[in-house]
T-cell receptor, first 113, second 108 residues
Framework: DGGITQSPKYLFRKEGQNVTLSCEQN?????MYWYRQDPGQGLRLIYY???????QKGDIAEGYSVSREKKESFPLTVTSAQKNPTAFYLC????????????FGPGTRLTVT | QQPVQSPQAVILREGEDAVINCSSS?????VHWYRQKHGEAPVFLMI?????EQKGHEKISASFNEKKQQSSLYLTASQLSYSGTYFC?????????FGTGTRLQVFP
């Protein structure tokens, strides 16, 4: 079955540690996205990539980094510079740019203490 | 830049109707609608492209007025399964920006 996988579902880290969230898709989609969701809030765009080896900052990129070395993979690193990293992180993909339907992964809930 | 959704929350009895509005201050190329159940990923409902089209999905339909930069989602004869948070996403060809959501609860 085609889809998007994110791992792990729950992640716990100590403050000051970098952590990498995995996102893989087998839909052959060109575009991939990372969103952050806080309780009772909408989805805020962290980074997006419309093609391999290229990515752009979203609205809240500070303290995060990404790479897009393969079409199917778009890992997100939450660095120690991110002041409030505890949140629900969602990865999504679309066949092309933002005008197309986005398919979301199940999300990773990150807790930093 | 973030679209504004109204109302923030809606409580319905099964069979009742609801309208959720989404308004942007920027010119739009398309509007997306998604529904998210608690603790789950958002699920796509529909996309409306500029041109004032209206779309339907079962008993859920939507309209898009590009001149007013507004979209509305119509839920008719609501079912328990319609409960969740509804997000609109506005696209100005650069990226999709989501609204803060409208929480819909349907009770028997």
């Amino acid at each position: 079955d085609g889809g998007i996988t994110q791992s792990p579902k729950y992640l716990f880290r100590k403050e000051g540690q970098n952590v990498t969230l995995s996102c893989e898709q087998n839909l052959n989609h060109d575009a991939m996205y990372w969103y952050r969701q806080d309780p009772g809030q909408g989805l805020r765009l962290i980074y997006y990539s419309q093609i391999v080896n290229d990515f752009q900052k979203g609205d809240i990129a500070e303290g995060y980094s990404v790479s897009r070395e393969k079409k199917e993979s778009f890992p997100l690193t939450v660095t120690s510079a991110q002041k409030n990293p505890t949140a629900f992180y969602l990865c999504a993909s679309s066949i092309a740019g933002p005008s197309y339907e986005q398919y979301f992964g199940p999300g990773t809930r990150l807790t930093v203490t | 830049q973030q679209p504004v959704q109204s109302p923030q929350a809606v409580i319905l009895r099964e069979g009742e109707d609801a309208v959720i509005n989404c308004s942007s201050s920027k010119a739009l190329y398309s509007v997306h609608w998604y529904r998210q159940k608690h603790g789950e990923a958002p699920v796509f409902l529909m996309i409306l492209l500029k041109g004032g089209e209206q779309k339907g999905h079962e008993k859920i339909s939507a309209s898009f007025n590009e001149k007013k930069q507004q979209s509305s989602l119509y839920l008719t004869a609501s079912q328990l399964s319609y409960s969740g948070t509804y997000f609109c996403g506005t696209d100005n060809t650069d990226k999709l920006i989501f609204g803060t959501g409208t929480r819909l609860q349907v009770f028997p």
